[in-house]
């Protein structure tokens, strides 16, 4: 059974940094395309991150810069560090698994405020 579940949301201040992790079963992270996927209050689904199995990384222009994804295989755990975080950040973080985004968890919320 696949399962996906993200940590490491909270409260940050304008400027701060955060480091999600979504810790993943069913199949080793690094054999899989995988994903940071956000929704803002009130805005649609936004992609912002992915990481396809030969470790090319891509970002949305709006992060690229500042929020860096990665995996540890071993732990089978995908992360996103984010830096430099914005109060257009605030929103509900997920990881999702497979090339089609077949898997998702059920999220972790960033409040960027002071």
């Known amino acids: 059974q696949v399962q996906l579940v993200e940590s490491g949301g909270g409260l940050v201040q304008p400027g701060g940094s955060l480091r999600l992790s979504c810790a993943t079963s069913?199949?080793?992270?690094?054999?899989?395309?995988m994903y940071w996927v956000r929704q803002a209050p009130g805005k649609e689904l936004e992609w912002i991150s992915e990481t396809k199995p030969d470790d090319t990384t891509y970002y949305l222009d709006a992060v690229k810069g500042r929020f860096t994804i990665s995996r540890d295989n071993a732990k089978n755990t995908l992360y996103l560090q984010m830096n430099s975080l914005k109060s257009d950040d605030t929103a509900v973080y997920y990881c999702?698994?497979?090339?089609?985004?077949?898997?998702w968890g059920k999220g972790t919320l960033v409040t960027v405020s002071s």
């Open positions: 069913g199949g080793t992270v690094g054999s899989y395309w």
């Open positions: 999702a698994k497979g090339f089609g985004m077949d898997y």
